[in-house]
């Protein structure tokens, strides 16, 4: 029975400082290296995203580059049905809000080690993806599912490259109907909101057909006071307007017509003073 003990013994899974599981990753049955994964369950609560559950997201360190979401996928499925998996440069929140662009439209991934998260159909393979033992690799490329590297996989992402006219007008003519239905949405749910909680110019508020049963809220006297108020203020403003215009050209004509006054009876003074000889002009 001992024998049986220490076998048992040396197939338990491999926890470090922080709550990671070590799984231990190789590339082919007839590869000597092996490369560590780092995984833990995925518990923020800051972040509360149907597409990360916290009780079936598993996060995972140091994803090789030879490593895809289709190839992590494969890999991860022996633990339970895979519902998604997502690779990042660096850990973040899930990108849930706007839409989903095609890879078309993305920029080029950058090559390098990634963090994932697998979100998985069930708990339970969560746990069992964290209860794997250490010395128990996980292969990333067999007979079944054979994985390119180096010159082969530059050729076959060069030929992926190449997208077909027709499956590209496809892409654009689905993107932009998605992006006309939120354009309308959005503008519905803004007009439902102007209706419901703003005035107009006139003071009055629009009155939208509710739900069956639903009674018309009636104007208070309040509201029609400030009504008329509002009313009051522009119309004083538009007279005040006016005359203020209308004084300031009347001044100037009557300050012109009395210089002209002053002129002519200082000419008749004058005119008279002459007459009598009168006039001392010094």
Known sequence: MAPSKKKHATRKAC?????????????SLDSAARHSLYVKEHRVRAEKSSYRPLDRTLFVLNIPPYCSESVVKDLFSQFGSVASVELRDHPGSSPESGP?????????????????????????SLAAAKSHPHDDPLV??????????????????YTKSFIHPDKLQLTVDSFMQDHDKRKEEEAERQRQEVEKQQEDEEGWVKVTRGHKGAKARPHSEAANKRTLQREMRKKRR?????????????????????????????????????????????
Not at 15 to 27: A, C, E, K, N, R
Not at 140 to 157: A, C, D, H, L, N
Request: net charge positive; hydrophobic share 35%.
């Open 15 to 27: 926890v470090i400082p922080g709550g990671f599981t070590v799984l231990s990753l190789q590339f």
């Open 100 to 124: 989903k662009l095609s890879k078309v439209f993305r920029p080029a991934d950058k090559q390098g080690f990634k963090v994932g998260y697998i979100v998985f159909e069930s708990s339970s």
């Open 140 to 157: 990333v490329s067999t007979e079944q599912r054979p994985v390119k590297t180096g010159v082969q996989k530059w050729i076959q992402q």
């Open 238 to 282: 538009k007279e005040l307007m006016n005359f203020y215009t209308w004084q300031h050209r009347n001044t100037q004509k009557e300050h012109i017509a009395e210089l002209r006054k002053k002129f002519e009876e200082d000419k008749q003074r004058i005119a008279l003073m002459r007459a009598q000889r009168k006039f001392k002009p010094y």
